[in-house]
């Protein structure tokens, strides 16, 4: 059965504790107490690692809970147990479906427009849900302000577009700016101090910071009932942070997982993740660009869409899809950045 | 840790100025915890980190980090940029000297060692602002210097979130025209919040914002109040000498004056006698000795005046209610 049903008809209502409430549908998140096993010692180990509820568990790997004191063999358990209930219930999708209820659950994933028509289109529809999104591209190309409009556009209705939900933005770089929302909402006829209350920031200060509020994310999800979460930059702190090869494999790993934690939370809570990307020099490069995307093939392979971002002519900004499933690569799409965010290049300047 | 966007708004700081009126509208001012980068000519990027160093003192302490060929500079600060600055904004350059703590890079190596002791001392004393000059003065060089850079520059920055002061950092740029890249690894470029190139247009300073995540861009303005570091007109605006000297009435001068009544009178006389139009058809410049003395003797009349008019104004009630009674005993 698609997410999206699920959350509107919560299958196991009165079942369990931990009732919340997720884009004005309400939403049953299992307590811990439903699992077999589970102490209170346990419970705060589970809890130290940020897993409170039925979801968070089965968004984490059994390794986690390991390092977190919890017996591997146990783990394990814990983690199969904890998603045979979900699907059992119906929360989550069961692990082999036909390729029609594939199909099926596709055409009901939720996508939350851009707020500009060129973009929307290079999407097909906008920005997805239970995926992880990259913006990658140079400085001053546009990455900030898309995802400042996303924080708008997010809280639109869904006949307009939106999800009528709120957003999480982790903030690595110190480049959120709530005068910034406040300007988009209102060019776009909004009520802007609304707005800004549905848009949660996290300030991170280094990569260990922001695994840590990676690992709660779950819990901020539920509690600020968001539907998208943006980290701008993925990268930036842990390239800070781990300078030289000599450190390139431990940052790599601690990537790699944190990648792992957010597109778990994108599947299991039907959020849109976004997350943006920097670019490196590659002297090796002869022939076309000599910029490619940073994060190495850890980065490439864990997020769902990678969509390159450069500045064009008369400054426009073009957005091109550089790895997808299904999305043609071939497509270009032309954007302008105004005081409504992001809009189309032949927009009014 | 997290918190809504509205309260973010609430608490909404526009940020410390940089004390030059173009780039401040340019830029919209320096922000707690972010990096800005300011780069291109370092005739012109100096005297501005020294002057945002001026503008920062009046808020707290400021740290600076210089990146110098100690052994061929024999210096840390550049004192007579730094006075022209304070002079320029109205301040005493003792009083900002005694305000800045310091250390010095004096190589690629020792560029995290010293970002890490200045972290330190950001955390122990606060910071209003972390000026780190000439970032980019050993990069590109031997193997090792842009991750020094990138880890110092990373020390910093935490350190100055944590205090809620900007970074500012100035570098050199690679490449001419618009499209000149400060001289920094590009994931360093990528880590700042604002990005402004610093060029000169004939005699004039220009400013070129690059990136910026609320203020549009790229757009540029001729930096006219540079003035004083020899850029541009080589007589500074009337407005701009009009406010200094009043500024330093008010802080050199006023404290000097012991008696109250002598500082309302003062104040009155700022108030109600000087006037932007007055003093500019008497062609204000610098205060010299004479207008000293003419502003002492004023402040005392004015005193004097004042306690005047108060005696005046008791004798008159007193003979007014004098006048009533003898009127009354007449009838």
């Given at each position: 059965m698609p997410w999206s049903i699920l959350v509107a008809v919560?299958?196991?209502?009165?079942?369990?504790?931990?009732?919340g409430e997720r884009g004005g549908d309400e939403v049953d998140v299992y307590s811990?107490?439903?699992?077999?096993?589970?102490?209170e010692a346990t419970k705060e180990k589970l809890a130290s690692i940020g897993i409170y509820s039925l979801l968070d568990l089965a968004a984490a790997s059994p390794r986690e809970l390991a390092d977190a004191g919890i017996d591997p063999k146990k783990a394990e358990e814990l983690c199969l147990q904890s998603r045979l209930l979900l699907v059992s219930s119906g929360f989550l999708d069961s692990e082999l479906l036909t390729g029609k209820e594939v199909l099926e659950r596709r055409r009901t994933l939720e996508r939350i427009t851009t707020g500009c028509s060129s973009l929307d289109k290079l999407l097909m529809g906008g920005v997805e849900t239970q995926a992880v999104t990259e913006l990658v591209g140079e400085y001053g190309c546009g990455k900030t302000q898309i995802c400042h409009t996303l924080c708008v556009t997010i809280q639109l209705p869904r006949e307009k577009g939106g999800l009528a939900a709120g957003a999480i933005y982790v903030d690595t770089e110190s480049t959120f700016r709530p005068e910034r929302v406040y300007e988009i909402a209102k060019a776009r006829g909004l009520n802007p101090d609304k707005i800004l209350e549905n848009v949660v920031v996290a300030e991170v200060y280094n990569s260990s910071h922001l695994q840590l509020v990676v690992r709660e994310l779950g819990s901020y999800v539920e509690k600020y009932r968001a539907r998208l979460v943006v980290v701008d930059s993925v990268i930036s702190h842990f390239r800070a942070d781990y300078v030289g090869r000599e450190n390139l494999s431990e940052r790599q790993q601690r990537l790699n997982a944190t990648l792992h934690r957010l597109l778990r939370i994108a599947e299991i809570r039907n959020v849109a993740v976004v997350v943006t990307n920097q670019v490196l020099g590659d002297?090796?490069?002869?022939?076309?660009?000599p910029i490619k995307p940073s994060g190495g093939h850890v980065l490439a392979h864990s997020t769902t869409y990678r969509i390159f971002l450069r500045r064009g002519p008369e400054d426009t900004r073009i957005a091109r899809i550089m790895d997808s499933p299904y999305h043609p690569s071939d497509v270009e799409a032309r954007f302008r950045i105004t005081e409504r965010g992001v809009e189309d290049a032949d927009s009014k300047k | 840790m997290i918190e809504r966007a509205s309260e973010l708004l609430r608490r909404y700081d526009a940020g410390l100025g940089t004390g030059v009126e173009e780039l401040d509208r340019l830029v919209g001012g320096l922000r707690p915890g972010a990096l800005h980068i300011f780069y291109g000519e370092p005739a012109i990027t100096s005297p501005i980190l020294y002057r945002a160093m001026v503008e920062a003192h009046w808020r707290g302490p400021v740290a600076y980090m210089n990146n110098t060929d100690y052994y061929g500079e024999k210096t840390l600060v550049d004192v007579e940029t730094l006075s022209a600055a304070s002079e320029a904004a109205g301040a005493e350059p003792l009083e900002v000297l005694e305000s800045i703590y310091c250390v010095a890079a004096f190589n690629a190596e020792r560029q995290v060692r010293a970002a890490g002791r200045l972290a330190e001392e950001v955390r122990r004393r606060g910071a209003s602002l972390v000026a780190v000059h000439n970032a980019s003065a050993f990069y590109p060089g031997g193997k090792g210097s842009a991750q020094a850079l990138s880890s110092a520059l990373s020390i910093l920055l935490e350190a100055a979130s944590e205090a809620g002061a900007p970074v500012l950092a100035t570098s050199l740029s690679r490449g001419?025209?618009?499209s000149a890249e400060p001289l920094l690894p590009l994931h360093v470029i990528h880590r700042s919040s604002v990005l402004v190139l610093l060029s000169f247009r004939g005699s004039f300073a220009a400013a070129r914002l690059v990136k910026h995540p609320s203020m549009p861009a790229p757009r540029s303005a001729l930096l006219?109040?540079?003035?004083?570091?020899?850029?541009?007109?080589i007589t500074p605006p009337f407005r701009q000498v009009y406010r200094r000297v009043l500024e330093r009435i008010r802080r050199v001068y006023r404290p000097l004056l012991r008696d109250e009544r002598h500082r309302k009178a003062l104040d009155g006389l700022v108030r109600e006698v000087w006037g932007a139009e007055h003093a500019a058809i008497g062609s204000l410049g610098e205060i010299t000795v004479l207008d000293s003395m003419n502003l002492a003797a004023s402040i005392h009349n004015k005193a004097e005046i004042e306690e005047l008019k108060k005696r005046l104004g008791k004798l008159e009630e007193r003979l007014r209610s004098l006048e009533e009674k003898a009127r009354a005993g007449g009838d």
């Open positions: 919560s299958p196991a209502a009165g079942k369990g504790e931990g009732r811990l107490d439903d699992l077999k096993g589970v102490g002297p090796g490069a002869f022939f076309g660009s | 001419s025209g618009a006219l109040s540079l003035w004083w570091a020899g850029m541009g007109r």
